[in-house]
């Protein structure tokens, strides 16, 4: 049994999704504006985490990712400037290469980890006309009103309004009267926003010409491609008291009743106990990892080793610790992979069991982690390893990728594979060919790859 915990009644709940053959899952992706960083990241390798976790239990998945290319402001609550408009000022590129651009490093990104990807990847852009259905239909409800500068959503309209992060809508403090803006509440929040024209992305609309809000953006593609009852919806804590509360408002709104039976949470990354910032130099994508040292997939263990409901502090002392219990994990599988001896068939059910208790007490990776630790140190036996790669089904951390991910490569090595990588880039072959057959006296086999290459032992 399958257990998670519910960011809107705030319990663990037993997971009865409303088709047992079919889960239903949407996932909040990522605004395409700039470098994804790791706190990003963290957010990706839960619901890579979840998506594995319920397959594991046998689920098959719908699910849906957004590509947020238009209409995400610099302030989640609807003020400032849309953030593709501002990256493409700064980059002198037009928004719609921005998001290109973006949008590849961004999968770039999840394909080190891993990340097992919902069967949707939807794009914004490409959804803005059935936006404004969405929005002529909570008009037609009466939810709406028009300002100056966009169409508001009017939250005290919608009664159950802040269900999920329990806000308080006469909680002055946190809503921030905003003078002269005329929304009838602070909280209220735009469905569709007129822009100047010199914004280049813009549409016509039955309002006038501007960008849908950035929240309407998920109601739309998850009530499209899911459908009126969603089993799950995924997204990082920030986004919990106003991004979902707003499409909570929107759904339920538009459709007469609750849409999302579990909304699910993850917590922040921080790092040396702080916010990450540009400012603070303490800011890092998973390149500026690699270039220290540690792969993505050091990164995902570093995690997994703690529950997603619970802040994590990232430290370089932290990520040495994950690198070098992930490598230790792979080298000791190895002894288990060269050795036929059995084990018995009751102690490797017993493991199975404990780890499925584990992944199943809301997706407890910790605990998952430490049973594998303990069945790493039974005898040596392929049974074991096999049972670790099945474990590895829920993580993705490629524990069978002894040769490629781990082995230590002199710098000697190192240095002559960067000169023909550099040779090979100046179509100098003969120079390229020599340096491969120096590497291989010296013992190592240098396997081109599409945008390097790979070291082997001989
Ligand atoms: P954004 O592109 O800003 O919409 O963010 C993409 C995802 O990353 C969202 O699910 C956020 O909640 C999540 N996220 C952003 N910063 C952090 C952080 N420091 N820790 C964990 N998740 C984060
Ligand atoms: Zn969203």
Same mark, same amino acid.
């Given at each position: ?36 960083? &790791? ?13 594995? &976790? ?164 998920? =109601? ?58 540009? =400012? ?25 080793? =703690? ?32 050795? =036929? ?26 605990? $998952? ?62 120079? $390229? ?26």
């Amino acid at each position: 049994m399958l257990k998670i915990y519910n960011s809107l009644t705030n319990k663990k709940e037993e997971f009865k999704p409303y088709n047992s053959k079919m889960v239903t899952m949407y996932s909040c992706g990522p605004t395409v504006y700039n470098y994804p960083h &790791i706190g990003n990241m963290r957010a990706y390798i839960f619901m890579d985490n979840l998506r594995r &976790i319920l397959k594991y239990n046998g689920y098959n998945i719908n699910g849906v990712m957004n590509i947020t290319d238009v209409g995400h402001l610099t302030s989640d609550a609807d003020t400032g400037e849309d953030k593709m408009e501002l990256a493409s000022k700064r980059e002198k590129k037009s928004p719609y290469e921005i998001a290109e651009y973006y949008t590849k490093i961004f999968f770039d990104n999840l394909q080190k980890l891993n990340i097992d990807l919902p069967n949707h990847i939807v794009k914004a852009t490409d959804y803005v006309d059935k936006m404004i259905n969405f929005v002529k239909i909570l008009e037609e409800k009466g939810y709406t009103y028009k300002l100056e500068d966009g169409i508001y959503f009017d939250i005290k309209k919608f009664k159950n309004y802040g269900k999920l992060s329990n806000k308080d809508l006469n909680d002055i403090g946190i809503a921030r009267i905003e003078e002269n803006t005329g929304k009838h509440h602070p909280f209220d929040f735009a469905l569709w926003k007129f822009v100047p024209d010199n914004h280049i992305m813009k549409w016509d609309s039955p309002w006038g010409i501007g960008c849908p809000g950035w929240h309407i953006e998920c =109601s739309t593609m998850s009530n499209d491609l899911l459908g009126e009852n969603i089993d799950i919806h995924t997204g990082g804590i920030d986004h919990k008291t106003v991004h979902h509360e707003n499409e909570i408002a929107q759904n339920d709104c538009a459709i007469g009743h609750s849409v999302v039976k579990y909304w699910l949470h993850c917590d922040y990354l921080q790092v040396n106990g702080g916010k990450m910032s540009k =400012s603070l130099g303490n800011f890092y994508t998973l390149d500026d990892l690699e270039k220290i040292g540690y792969s993505s997939l050091d990164f995902k263990y570093f995690c997994l080793n =703690s529950h997603y409901r619970k802040p994590i502090n990232f430290t370089l002392d932290a990520i040495e610790s994950a690198k070098i219990a992930r490598q230790n994990l792979i080298k000791i599988l190895q002894n288990h992979k060269n050795s =036929s001896t059995k084990i018995d068939s009751k102690i490797l059910s017993d493991y199975k069991q404990k780890f499925l208790e584990a992944i199943n007490d809301d997706l407890n990776t910790p605990l $998952a982690l430490g049973i594998l630790w303990t069945l790493i140190k039974e005898e040596n036996s392929i049974d074991v390893y096999n049972l670790a790669l099945d474990f590895d089904k829920v993580f993705g951390l490629d524990l069978d990728k002894y040769e490629e991910k781990i082995l230590e490569i002199p710098d000697e090595i190192k240095e002559l594979s960067e000169k023909r990588l550099q040779a090979k880039k100046d179509k100098n072959f003969k120079l $390229a060919d020599e340096l491969r057959d120096q590497i291989l006296n010296k013992g190592y086999i240098i396997e081109d790859k599409k945008d390097g290459y790979v070291l082997k032992k001989v």
